[in-house]
């Protein structure tokens, strides 16, 4: 079956560097997204990683291993408004998009 | 550009009422979906239109939940009847549908509560 793994819930001071990890077992391999959700709202797009390696925008980093199935999520400088569940979806060999369940991430003053 | 528009953005019914949701995606994009998010949970796909046909609709319930997309645009989300376990998100999303640009828009969501 297909399947993404992520920390349920990660807790970081304001300020800091919190990396969120997500690993991911799926037929097929088409590109990796990270989407954050504040409560109460809908998914918003963060990032998309297909090949290897880091994309940086700003204050959030992802990066990308598809050998080790295995993607992070780095935000840094945290705010307290980045306190919200951040998700993991890869798109398999099919193009469909499998979501992971969040990571739901407290920022603490 | 106008994002993705659903209503109504909260629902309250009774155990096997009926209830439908809109959705208008954004201007040009082919592809629409229509997730079901419960609390603490990630988005599940319940369908996946490309223009009007439909791509995807093996975890839609089929004896309850339908949906449609007539003329390739807006669409509905009907549950008839709903069931308590049916209190949920309900989201819609859009995307381009061209597969190198397949980041899809989620709409506010619609909140159903089934008492």
């Known amino acids: 079956g297909q399947n993404i793994d992520q920390p349920t819930e990660m807790t970081a001071t304001e300020g800091a560097i919190v990396q969120i990890n997500c690993t991911y077992q799926?037929?097929?391999?088409?590109?990796l997204f990270w989407y954050q959700q504040h409560a109460g709202e809908a998914p918003t797009f963060l990032s998309y990683?297909?090949l290897d390696g880091l994309e940086e925008k700003g204050r959030f980093s992802s990066f990308l291993s598809r050998s080790k199935g295995y993607s992070y999520l780095l935000l840094k400088e945290l705010q307290m408004k980045d306190s919200a569940s951040y998700l993991c979806?890869?798109?398999?060999?099919?193009?469909?998009?499998?979501w992971g369940a969040g990571t739901k991430l407290i920022i603490k003053p | 550009e106008a994002g993705v528009a659903q209503s109504p953005r909260y629902k309250i019914i009774e155990k096997r009422q009926s209830v439908a949701f809109w959705c208008n995606p954004i201007?040009?994009?082919?592809?629409l979906y229509w997730y079901q998010q419960i609390l603490g949970q990630g988005p599940k796909l319940l369908i996946q239109?490309?223009?009007?046909?439909?791509?995807?609709d093996s975890q839609l319930p089929k004896d309850r939940f339908s949906a449609e997309r007539l003329k390739g645009v807006d669409s509905t989300l009907k549950i008839q009847p709903a069931k308590l376990e049916d209190s949920a998100v309900y989201l819609c999303?859009?995307?381009?549908?061209?597969?190198?640009?397949?980041?899809?828009?989620f709409g506010p969501g619609t909140r159903l509560l089934v008492l």
């Open positions: 201007s040009g994009h082919a592809t």
């Open positions: 799926t037929s097929g391999f088409n590109g």
């Open positions: 990683n297909v």
């Open positions: 239109f490309q223009n009007n046909g439909v791509v995807d």
């Open positions: 999303a859009s995307s381009p549908g061209r597969q190198d640009q397949e980041t899809q828009y």
């Open positions: 979806a890869v798109r398999d060999g099919n193009y469909q998009l499998i």
